[in-house]
């Protein structure tokens, strides 16, 4: 199966500041990644799909960017609302599988 | 206004069956694959499988965790999709989701919990 690793597991920024966070995949998953948000006690929300684009209604400082086995996630401007944990999850066929997820959280 | 929601959860012993519903509304059922995704307490998301649309077969996959105790099914007459879950172990604990499509998941449940323990 393909795993899927991201980085950090955990990470804490300023309000303001740019966060990235990663997501690598054990084999060429091409851009079938999608990226989603889980707020503390809340459902996960899809942020990103096809590696790059916006879900309708996701604000623009959200941003994905990658192909192949290496993908980002950017916040260009965190903002106190995006303290949650961040998944990555690649679809190119059964099974599908997460990433471990990122914590973020505000300095 | 897409909606989904999860019942049929509960506590149930090791080795004891459980049927969780899907209903939905809001969106032609029929057009789409469902999938159920779970979460572990305090754990991150893990996917359970997918039914396919009929177009496409009507066919499931499975994780390698589930497969040959858990089925997943769906009735587009009532817009449901179905998790039965046998033999279950205490490691099925988890609050289980049922999302929308078979890649990205657009939608999502509120999820509903089931406890596996004596």
């Known amino acids: 199966d393909i795993q899927m690793t991201q980085s950090p597991s955990s990470l804490s920024a300023s309000v303001g500041d740019r966060v990235t966070i990663t997501c690598r995949a054990s084999q060429d998953i091409a851009n079938y990644l999608a990226w989603y948000q889980q707020k503390p006690g809340k459902v996960p929300n899809l942020l990103i799909y096809a590696a790059s684009s916006l879900q309708s209604g996701v604000p623009s400082r959200f941003s994905g960017s990658g192909s192949g086995t290496d993908f980002t996630l950017t916040i260009t401007s965190l903002q106190p609302e995006d303290v949650a944990t961040y998944y990555c999850?690649?679809?190119?066929?059964?099974?599908?599988?997460f990433g471990q997820g990122t914590r973020l959280e505000i300095k | 206004e897409v909606q989904l929601v999860e019942s049929g959860g509960g506590l149930v012993q090791p080795g004891r069956s459980l049927r969780l519903s899907c209903t939905t509304s809001?969106?032609?059922?029929?057009?789409?694959?469902m999938t159920w995704v779970r979460q572990a307490p305090g754990k991150g998301l893990e996917w359970v499988g997918f039914i396919r649309n009929k177009p496409y077969g009507g066919t499931a996959e499975y994780a390698a965790s589930v497969k040959g105790r858990f089925t997943i099914s769906r009735d587009d007459s009532k817009s449901i999709a179905y998790l039965q879950m046998n033999s279950l172990k205490t490691e099925d604990t988890a609050v289980y989701y049922c999302?929308?499509?078979?890649?990205?998941?657009?939608?999502w449940g509120q999820g509903t919990l089931v406890t596996v323990s004596s």
């Open positions: 809001g969106f032609t059922f029929g057009d789409y694959a």
């Open positions: 999302t929308r499509r078979a890649v990205y998941l657009d939608y």
């Open positions: 999850q690649r679809y190119n066929g059964a099974p599908i599988t």
